[in-house]
């Protein structure tokens, strides 16, 4: 029988949170962004508690942390990052890694369970240097050019020198093994309302949203704040503020049903109160499940832009940064979340799409994939208010390893 250690351990879950929330801080959440010295701990962090689960712990060459095990039988992989969004918040990736690792103790010392529940960290799921870099490079999809090419979006360090600051230049990164695991379990917050706006505990996860990035560049003429008169200007910052404004005009004739776009960061060149912009810039996101409408925005989009640089006074070029598949979570996992969600949630769950992008979508191209989502206070997510509630995050614990005993008994 397996020893007491090998019991659930909901106190355990909401310790190892509050021990990684207490590295990097940020009010009462964390400031973590991919490669800093508090996410470079948290990697540590987690390698070091791999082995109470039997695994036996990694850190690749690009950053993920990956807990193998050597026990016969069926193999489920389950994780999620430790890296935040700049000053956000303290469970957006480290919940799922946390209940991964919660599943990997309890199960794989139990010698009635025929398999173990390998555990992994996926690095820069937030886009710190780029698209899913960590889960991508796992399933095969990252040469060695993207990475030469990758920069942090705030300081524009190239990754090459964040991964030769962390010891991890020239270091092999792991590719999956196909046909080891039953396939991927992700657990994360909603990120939304509708598990709170419901009473409900449990999110069973049907899909996941492809992300389109955009940067936007409006070129005008650089010129002074004083002694140009507004009839020759050629103000960059106003085009892009009226480009705004006539996408929020003419998306809707166009979006589907859940569609979503953001102008996430705008910047004024060269950004002085006394100086007419001459550059203008916008990193915009368009987010939906159906590639279709992503594509008919996008065509929509470039046709806008040629318009008003046809029109001047400023012209403007459309460059699209990244592309993201949406995904379907499998079936079979989704009864298997459900079924669990009955014994330990009371049935409180919903069957429901993800707005927000997550490594299950990259690990969903090699093999089968779910995801469960635990209730966000107030919906608020990306920010460091952030938060569940201690019952919640437990329940959800719960119901994610009695989910993986249902996958690996499959
Ligand atoms: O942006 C997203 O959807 C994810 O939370 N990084
Ligand atoms: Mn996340
Ligand atoms: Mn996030």
Redesign the pocket.
């Known amino acids: 029988m397996a020893d007491n250690r090998s019991q659930f351990d909901g106190a355990r879950v909401l310790a190892d949170l509050n021990a990684l929330r207490a590295i990097g801080t940020y009010k009462t959440g964390v400031h973590k962004p991919t490669f800093s010295e508090p996410h470079l701990r948290s990697l540590e962090w987690l390698a070091q508690r791999l082995p109470e689960a039997g695994l036996t712990a990694e850190i690749d060459g690009i950053g993920n942390v990956l807990g193998t095990s050597a026990k016969p039988g069926p193999k489920l992989l389950a994780g999620s990052h430790l890296e935040s969004?700049n000053f956000a918040g303290w469970l957006?990736g480290p919940l799922g890694v946390v209940y991964a690792l919660e599943a990997a103790r309890v199960i794989n010392p139990d010698p009635d369970v025929s398999g173990a529940v390998e555990v992994a960290s996926w690095c820069d799921?937030?886009?710190h240097f780029g698209s899913f870099l960590g889960s991508r490079s796992y399933v095969g999809g990252v040469s060695e050019q993207d990475i030469d090419a990758a920069r942090d979006r705030t300081s524009g360090k190239p990754m090459r020198d964040a991964l030769r600051e962390a010891g991890l230049a020239g270091r092999a990164r792991v590719i999956a093994e196909r046909g080891r695991h039953v396939g991927y379990l992700e657990a994360h917050i909603e990120?939304g309302r509708t598990l709170e706006d419901g009473g409900l505990a449990i999110g069973v996860v049907t899909s996941i949203?492809g992300?389109w990035q955009y940067r936007i560049v409006f070129t005008g003429e650089q010129n002074h704040a004083g002694t140009t008169r507004m009839n020759i200007r050629k103000d960059a910052g106003l085009a892009l503020a009226r480009f705004c404004v006539a996408i929020d005009e003419r998306f809707p004739a166009a979006c589907g049903p859940r569609t979503v776009w953001t102008t996430g960061r705008i910047t004024l060149d060269p950004g002085s109160p006394s100086i007419i912009p001459g550059q203008a810039e916008m990193l915009f996101q368009i987010?939906d499940d159906d590639p279709r409408v992503i594509e008919r925005l996008e065509e929509l989009l470039r046709s806008m832009a040629a318009e008003t640089t046809t029109r001047g006074p400023c012209a403007v070029a459309v460059e699209r940064l990244r592309t993201g598949a949406p995904a379907m979570m499998d079936a079979s996992f989704q009864e298997a979340i459900e079924a669990a969600s009955k014994s330990f949630a009371g049935g409180r769950s919903i069957r429901m799409p993800s707005?927000?992008?997550?490594d299950a979508q990259m690990l969903a191209t090699i093999m089968p994939a779910g995801m469960l989502f635990v209730p966000s206070i107030g919906g608020i997510?990306?920010h460091w208010t952030e938060n569940t509630a201690d019952a919640d995050i437990v329940t959800g614990a719960e119901v994610f390893v009695d989910a993986c005993r249902r996958l690996l008994a499959r």
Do not use: L, P, T, Y
């Open positions: 969004q957006d799921e937030e886009g990120q949203v992300i987010r707005a927000a992008g997550h997510s990306h």
